[in-house]
Antibody, heavy 127, light 110 residues
Framework: EVQLLESGGGLVEPGGSLRLSCATS????????MNWVRQAPGKGLQWVSS????????YYTDSVRGRFAISRDHFKSTLYLQMNSLRAEDTAVYYC????????????????????WGQGTIVSVSS | QSVLTQPPSASGTPGQRVSISCSGS????????VNWYRQLPGTAPKLLIH???QRPSGVPDRFSGSRSGTSASLAISGLQSEDEADYYC???????????FGGGTTLTVL
């Protein structure tokens, strides 16, 4: 069974930093794209970042580019999101999401559906 | 303001068929596949339809998707009370080089 478990969320002041982690199990981590999607309180879904199965390719939404960095540790089967220079508008539930297709075999990335979602971790940016 | 446009709400009675639209442009829906997600209250979203009209394993055939030009649609037949949820469409956008979502549609079963 595929499992995604996010951690690292919390309360941080504007301008501060947080690193989110997503521990995964139940699939071959290095062969699937991974993503972060967030949802501000009472709002809809917003894509944040994606990384290919190998980690060689990354994409970011404009509002976080240069402040956030997505990465993956294949030995630990863990996905990360380093968030710097945090702003109030970054306040949201952050979901770790596994891609649908085997990235290595199909080459679907980045046009790959969001298959399995974690339960989310809450990030609150406030003074 | 979302890049993809969905009606904010939809409703139907048990057993009825409802449809939710998703409108985009040539750089997203017009060029790439559309995926649909369902979010039950207080839970994480779940993939409902991928590649315009494909159902993941476990999703009932009451749910169907279609795409035409720069628009897509999700249809739910045989509406049930447990279908009350928020529904989101999404597609890759070639101009933005990123994923775009619709604003979401809240479905109410009357």
């Amino acid at each position: 069974e595929v499992q995604l478990l996010e951690s690292g969320g919390g309360l941080v002041e504007p301008g501060g930093s947080l690193r989110l982690s997503c521990a995964t199990s139940g699939f071959t981590f290095g062969t699937y794209a991974m993503n972060w999607v967030r949802q501000a309180p009472g709002k809809g879904l917003q894509w944040v970042s994606s990384t290919s199965g190998t980690g060689d390719s990354t994409y970011y939404t404009d509002s976080v580019r240069g402040r956030f960095a997505i990465s993956r540790d294949h030995f630990k089967s863990t996905l990360y999101l380093q968030m710097n220079s945090l702003r109030a508008e970054d306040t949201a539930v952050y979901y770790c999401v596994k891609g649908l297709y085997n990235d290595i075999l199909t080459g679907h990335y980045p046009d790959d559906a969001f298959d399995i979602w974690g339960q989310g971790t809450i990030v609150s940016v406030s003074s | 303001q979302s890049v993809l446009t969905q009606p904010p709400s939809a409703s139907g009675t048990p057993g009825q068929r409802v449809s939710i639209s998703c409108s985009g442009s040539t750089s997203n829906i017009g060029s790439n596949d559309v995926n649909w997600y369902r979010q039950l209250p207080g839970t994480a979203p779940k993939l409902l339809i991928h590649n315009n009209n494909q159902r993941p394993s476990g999703v009932p055939d009451r749910f169907s998707g279609s795409r035409s030009g720069t628009s897509a649609s999700l249809a739910i037949s045989g509406l049930q009370s447990e279908d009350e949820a928020d529904y989101y469409c999404a597609a890759w956008d070639d101009n933005l080089n990123g994923w775009v979502f619709g604003g979401g549609t809240t479905l109410t079963v009357l």
